[in-house]
């Protein structure tokens, strides 16, 4: 006889409720064959708030089911929270620039969209490689699709077969990494990784593991996009529909983050000596060059773009500090600034849908001034500035020079960046 | 007179040599039987008697694209009903399974029915 | 060691006993076929090699043999080469795992029936390679179109066969035919055709596709593409296409047979009969064989008698057939197969 466990269905809630919510679209729209998009943004919007209450409810629970695959901690709760928010203000912000681009299909669009959450949340929730990369996919997948929404639209066309192929090529370096990893440990859950790895401190000798430590990496890099990695984004976000570069440029980041953190703290922290190097070095480069490459762009959304790739360079920094013995205040510095720039980018993106279509002149009042409000993100309005450098700053005595380095780079590179926003805001 | 899994497809292999041979004898000799007369008009492309124009090779109907991509999904939750259906009987109770295999039919019903109504499935 | 070598021998025995059979069938099916189709149409038939016409697949094949080898100046020489024999030797590799006894068998593998599936729909690549390494047009057209079709309607076999599973409990064609001994009501044999009709009717419309066979015969259409993915070959290039669709045509009946016929299993009320007058060893030996070759020998016929009755349906038709009516079916077979094997455990 079989011996079948019931998994405890409450980890994975808010995943099921929303894909009972891209049914209940898909279906609604099948059966009403409307062209209008009141009962789909309704639908997105309901099952997204049930999500976000559930997930709420949830949020202090720490359990995992599925032969410990899936994890709902803390941690996973926060993010998922950070997902829900910014489907949530997502769909708030593309229901009439969809309808305006005359997208048919506006049942896939916010389908896709949810289902893209799904997978960030996966990628949250995992605690096992294989998991993670199910995760990865359901979210990258949907992003191709949604980066190409705009059927008639070449760029936009561009755009998704771009990001289709260097994706699939990122993946591939991440799952090449991860089976590296597999070889060396035996187990693709992350626990009996960094068990593994800490009861063979030869290991870390191991080019093998290396190896895969560093493809992995790699493939983490090109989702985050920093910045050996990045060429794609610049081209992606201004080619894909505004409201879904919103969406990239927010949700899919944090969740790539969250798998990282995941499996830097719990598989591999043993090994923090060789990842420090590389994220020094990604953190240092990424947001150098984003800020000074972003100086000579006349295209709103390609700034937009090289400013998201600046901030990944800011939130390496976390990483790097991480691993003086703080990891935890790290860390939170770093679930803090993705949650400020969830918001703050998403709004950015929506004055930006709201300019294109009206212009400043005969635009709202109020426009320039939220314009303003969004763009002093980049001068680091919110308290993240407090947080973050605080953090840094408690590490330096044990891990001077890196850190050091970083951080003056993370100063210097935030100039550049003073004066874009300075004159955009000038420009209002 | 199968010590191992493996060993169980030794006969298999020995087989599909076989096979080739056979296949691949009969091309060759077929090469060299016969006669061997040709000129550029029996060479040509077959085309009805047309001389012929154009390469073949063009552009075709995106739609066997699509069959081929539906087949590959459909194709793997066949894959995945196999094992199910196998050991259907060894549930415990007979139910739980098959109200976990009727969970996954109908999300592929509900992907069916989708691709039914956006009209990827005609050809007329 | 001894061991090995006796085990070699037997194996080696048996691979030549198999294959034969396979190879052997493609003549007698083609003498079954112009035989019988000219008498379906009121004509005689083959008659003048050998008595009623019996050595003319022979002569056919001598001829073909001496046939000159045309190689089109336009053709993707390496695939065109390739294209026959990759659709041959699939064809022939099922045979590898099918009981044609209780000891006739090459191989007798856990996974029987998930290999005759995959190797069978190998097939496909030949046909295709042969299609487009033409490099013409109605080549191209039929290669897409058998394509196209028989990864359709190899989703339907595919899901028509999950109920016999479900009786089974295994996959290994021997247990499958085993799964099938006994009587209900003393003379109706338990053979799973009877519990899983459905299942067979959508096997059996299948089978009849993934051969190319009449109604489904698009890819080569004679009268609207002159021949199909075939079109630019000749000689026993072109010959291994026609053996290849009579050896699978024979594989998929044999495939049927045991999924649904009970393999070399007696038929019912004669089977008894006979046996008990017949001495212990032919029953044991060879009666197995006979059985087998009987029912298959049916379905070749029906395929035949088939061919010269229905008309062709045109692509939408095939299309729509399989993917709007065969697949739901299949679906519900599966779903209906579970209802019933519930009930008859409970």
């Known amino acids: 006889m079989l011996n079948i466990l019931v998994p405890d269905f409450r980890v994975i809630a808010p995943e099921l409720i929303l894909v009972g919510t891209t049914f209940a679209i898909i279906l609604w729209e099948m059966i009403t064959r409307t062209r209008r998009h009141v009962g789909s943004v309704l639908l997105a919007t309901v099952g997204t708030i049930i999500a976000l209450a559930v997930t709420a409810g949830l949020s202090q629970l720490n359990i995992s089911t599925f032969g410990d695959s899936v994890v709902l901690d803390p941690f996973a709760s926060f993010f998922k929270m950070i997902f829900l928010l910014g489907l949530l203000l997502t769909i708030a912000i593309s229901s009439r620039y969809i309808d305006e681009g005359e997208v048919r299909e506006h049942a896939e669009y916010y389908a896709l969209l949810i289902l893209a959450v799904v997978g960030m949340m996966v990628l949250a929730t995992g605690r096992e490689l294989v998991t993670l990369f199910l995760g990865l996919e359901l979210m990258s997948m949907s992003l191709y699709i949604l980066a190409g929404i705009f059927k008639t639209d070449p760029r936009s066309n561009e755009a998704s077969m771009k990001y289709f192929i260097l994706g699939s090529f990122a993946t591939g370096f991440m799952l090449f990494g991860m089976s590296y990893i597999y070889g060396m440990t035996g187990s693709t859950h992350l626990r009996v990784i960094g068990r593994v790895i800490s009861e063979n401190p030869g290991l870390l000798a191991n080019k093998g593991l290396l190896l895969g430590l560093f493809m992995l990496l790699v493939g983490f890099a090109f989702k985050i996009s920093a910045v050996p990695f990045h060429q794609w984004t610049p081209d992606v976000y201004e080619g894909a529909p505004t409201s879904v570069t919103a969406f990239m440029a927010a949700g899919p980041k944090a969740a790539a983050f969250a798998a990282l953190i995941r499996v830097l703290m719990e598989a591999l922290p043993q090994m923090k000596g060789d990842w420090e190097l590389l994220f020094t070095i990604l953190a240092v480069v990424t947001m150098t060059l984003a800020n000074l490459v972003a100086l000579s762009q006349d295209s709103v959304k390609r700034m937009l773009a090289y400013s998201s790739i600046a901030h990944v360079g800011y939130i390496l920094i976390g990483f790097v500090a991480s691993v003086g013995g703080h990891a935890d205040r790290a860390f939170s510095a770093v679930m803090f600034y993705l949650l400020a720039y969830t918001f703050m980018n998403t709004g950015a993106f929506a004055i930006l849908i709201f300019l294109t279509s009206r212009g400043f002149h005969a635009g709202h009042p109020w426009a320039p001034w939220q314009c303003s409000f969004f763009c002093s993100h980049w001068r680091g309005f919110p308290p993240r500035q407090v947080s973050q450098p605080s953090c840094l700053y408690s590490t330096l005595p044990s891990r001077g020079s890196t850190i050091f380095w970083s951080s003056s780079a993370s100063l210097t590179a935030r100039s550049p960046r003073i004066i874009i926003s300075g004159s955009s805001s000038t420009c209002t | ?124 | 060691m001894e061991n090995v070598w006796l085990y070699l021998l037997i194996l080696l025995l048996k691979m030549i006993g198999v294959i034969t059979f396979a190879l052997l069938g493609v003549p007698v099916m083609v003498w079954v076929e112009r035989k019988g189709s000219g008498h379906i149409q009121h004509r005689h038939g083959p008659l003048y090699v050998g008595p009623f016409g019996v050595m003319q697949p022979i002569a056919d094949a001598i001829k073909l043999f001496l046939k000159e080898d045309i190689t089109p100046a336009a053709v993707d020489r390496p695939l065109y080469f390739l294209a026959p024999i990759m659709a041959f030797v699939p064809a022939l590799l099922t045979f590898a795992v099918i009981p044609i006894g209780p000891h006739l068998q090459v191989a007798d593998i856990n996974i029987g029936l998930l290999f005759v599936m995959a190797i069978s729909s190998m097939g496909v690549y030949g046909l295709v390679m042969a299609g487009w390494s033409s490099n013409n047009k109605y080549a191209l057209l039929g290669g897409l179109r058998t394509a196209a079709q028989m990864i359709s309607y190899e989703l339907i076999l595919g899901l028509s066969v999950v109920g016999v599973l479900m009786y089974s409990g295994s996959l290994s064609l021997q247990e499958i035919v085993k799964a099938q001994e006994g009587v209900w009501l003393g003379f109706i044999p338990r053979w799973f055709v009877i519990p899983q009709f459905l299942g067979w009717v959508l096997f059996m419309v299948a089978a009849f596709a993934e051969t190319n066979r009449l109604p489904f015969d698009l890819p080569e259409a004679e009268t609207e593409l002159v021949a199909g993915y075939h079109i630019e070959y000749s000689s026993m290039k072109f010959a291994l296409f026609f053996m290849a669709e009579y050896v699978a045509m024979i594989s998929i009946s044999c495939v049927m047979v045991v999924l649904f016929f009970g393999g070399w299993l007696p038929l019912p009320v004669i089977g008894p009969i006979v046996e008990s007058i017949l001495p212990v060893f032919v029953v044991s030996y060879l009666m197995p064989v006979v059985w087998f070759l009987m029912k298959i020998g049916f379905f070749l016929f029906f395929m035949v008698w088939v061919r010269f009755t229905f008309p062709r349906l045109r692509y939408d038709q095939l299309m729509k057939l399989g993917w709007k009516v065969l697949l739901p079916l299949a679906i519900f077979n599966v779903f209906l197969s579970g209802i019933i094997r519930m009930a008859g455990l409970t």
Do not use: H
């Not at chain 2, 040709?38 to 552009?59: H, L, W």
């Not at chain 2, 259906?85 to 019903?109: K, N, Q, S, Y």
């Open chain 2, 1 to 124: 007179m199968q010590e191992s899994a493996i060993l169980g497809y030794l006969p298999i292999l020995i087989f599909f040599a076989l096979a080739v041979a056979i296949g691949g004898g009969m091309v060759v000799v077929s090469t060299f039987l016969g006669r061997k007369n040709p000129n550029p008009e029996k060479i040509s492309t077959y085309e009805c008697g047309m001389v012929p124009f154009k390469d073949a090779r063009q552009r075709f109907d995106v739609r066997f694209y699509l069959v081929a991509m539906l087949f590959i999904l459909f194709d793997i939750e066949v894959v995945f009903l196999y094992p199910w259906a196998v050991l259907f009987t060894r549930f415990d109770p007979v139910i739980f399974g098959f109200v976990e295999m009727l969970l996954f039919i109908f999300v592929l019903l509900f992907g069916y029915i989708y691709v039914l109504r956006k009209g990827a499935l005609d050809w007329s």
